[in-house]
C-alpha cells in the first residue's frame, strides 16, 4: 500500500500529471529538454532573489536531474510552465517531496519569470498543484513556503487556502511555512 502523496495509482493517473493544462498554461513534466529554460530562469537576478540565488549552469543542471528524478520516484514533481496560446516559458512548479523540520511534507512550489508576475499566473500554477496533489494523489495536507519578506508569494499561497502556521529555516534561512489540509481546517 502506497502512503498519499508517494506514486499515483495506474499508468493513467501517471499520464495524468505529466501534461496539465488550465485556463492560461500548458504544464508539462520537468525532462532534459527544459534545460535551456531552467537555465535562464535560474540566470535572472530578480527571479532568483528569493529563491537562493542566481545558480550556474552546472547547479542548474544539478536541480534538473533532481527534479527529473523525483518524477521518476514519486510519479509526480515540478513542471514547466509555458502560455498556452503563444508556448513561451513562464515559469516552473508544481509538486515535490521535501523534509521540513524533520518533517516529511509534499510542497507546492511555483517560480515564474518576470514578465508574468502579478497576473495571477502563480496562483493558476499553484491552483493546479493544489489540485493534483489533494484530488489526484489523495495527500490530505500540503506545505508551502517562502521569506518570511516575500510578501506576493505569501499572498499566493493566502489565495490558494494555505495557513500560516509557523517560522522554520530552509536552506539555511528564515522562510515561513503555510499549510493547506484536505478539507481546510
Given at each position: 500500500m502506497q502512503a498519499p502523496g508517494d506514486r499515483p495509482s495506474g499508468a493513467a493517473a501517471l499520464r495524468a500529471l505529466e501534461i496539465v493544462r488550465t485556463p492560461r498554461l500548458i504544464l508539462t513534466r520537468i525532462v532534459a529538454a527544459d534545460a535551456d529554460d531552467l537555465r535562464r530562469m535560474h540566470g535572472d537576478a530578480q527571479v532568483m532573489r528569493t529563491l537562493g540565488g542566481v545558480r550556474t549552469d552546472a547547479q542548474t543542471a544539478a536541480v534538473l536531474t533532481l527534479l527529473a528524478a523525483h518524477w521518476e520516484a514519486h510519479g509526480f514533481g515540478y513542471?514547466?510552465?509555458?502560455?498556452?496560446?503563444?508556448?513561451?516559458?513562464?515559469?516552473?512548479?508544481?509538486?515535490?517531496?521535501v523534509i521540513?523540520?524533520?518533517?516529511?511534507?509534499?510542497?507546492?512550489?511555483?517560480?515564474?519569470?518576470?514578465?508574468?508576475?502579478?497576473?495571477?499566473?502563480?496562483?493558476e500554477l499553484g491552483r493546479a498543484a493544489v489540485?493534483?496533489?489533494?484530488?489526484?494523489?489523495?495527500?490530505?495536507?500540503?506545505?508551502?513556503?517562502?521569506?518570511?519578506?516575500?510578501?506576493?508569494?505569501?499572498?499566493?499561497?493566502?489565495?490558494?487556502?494555505?495557513?500560516?502556521?509557523?517560522?522554520?529555516?530552509?536552506?539555511?534561512?528564515?522562510?515561513?511555512?503555510?499549510?493547506?489540509?484536505?478539507?481546510?481546517?
Open positions: 513542471w514547466m510552465a509555458r502560455d498556452a496560446a503563444s508556448g513561451a516559458f513562464v515559469g516552473r512548479g508544481g509538486l515535490r517531496h521540513v523540520g524533520g518533517v516529511p511534507e509534499v510542497e507546492v512550489g511555483y517560480a515564474l519569470m518576470p514578465p508574468y508576475w502579478g497576473q495571477g499566473y502563480a496562483t489540485d493534483a496533489g489533494l484530488g489526484l494523489l489523495g495527500c490530505t495536507a500540503l506545505v508551502g513556503f517562502t521569506l518570511p519578506t516575500n510578501d506576493l508569494s505569501r499572498r499566493v499561497l493566502e489565495r490558494l487556502g494555505f495557513a500560516y502556521e509557523r517560522d522554520t529555516i530552509w536552506a539555511g534561512l528564515p522562510h515561513v511555512l503555510y499549510r493547506l489540509t484536505d478539507p481546510p481546517a
